[in-house]
């Protein structure tokens, strides 16, 4: 009987095991810096985002100066901001991408 005990207590831990070798994937960071993409490839959708969180976005993505942030009638946070010393038109999109004109 002892062995048997003995045979599954063995056994079980070797099953175990295996499920702590498995690595999940890691998942992109929230706090990564956004890629900045064309204007046009912004997308009309349900933005839940607040506008600081789009401002914070698009701070991430370099731009300084955030101003006249609006969320238009597509869902998409629009202004202005500073990149560098030029003034630009900015988007962030139900996604979180990133636009500059």
């Known amino acids: ?3 048997k005990i003995g045979l599954a207590a063995a056994l ?3 099953l175990g ?3 702590f070798a498995q690595v999940a994937p890691e998942a992109p960071s929230a ?3 956004p890629q900045i993409v064309a204007p046009g490839a912004l997308q009309s959708g349900a933005n ?5 969180q789009a401002r914070r976005r ?3 993505a ?8 609006r969320k238009d009638e597509a869902g998409i946070w629009r202004g202005r901001a500073s990149r560098g010393t030029a003034q630009v038109g900015v988007g962030v999109d139900f996604r979180g991408n990133v636009a500059s004109e």
């Open 1 to 3: 009987m002892l062995r």
């Open 12 to 14: 079980a831990a070797g």
């Open 17 to 19: 095991g295996g499920a």
């Open 31 to 33: 706090s990564s810096p």
């Open 48 to 52: 839940s985002f607040t506008e600081n």
């Open 58 to 60: 698009l701070e991430q």
């Open 62 to 69: 370099g731009f300084t100066n955030v101003t006249n942030l």
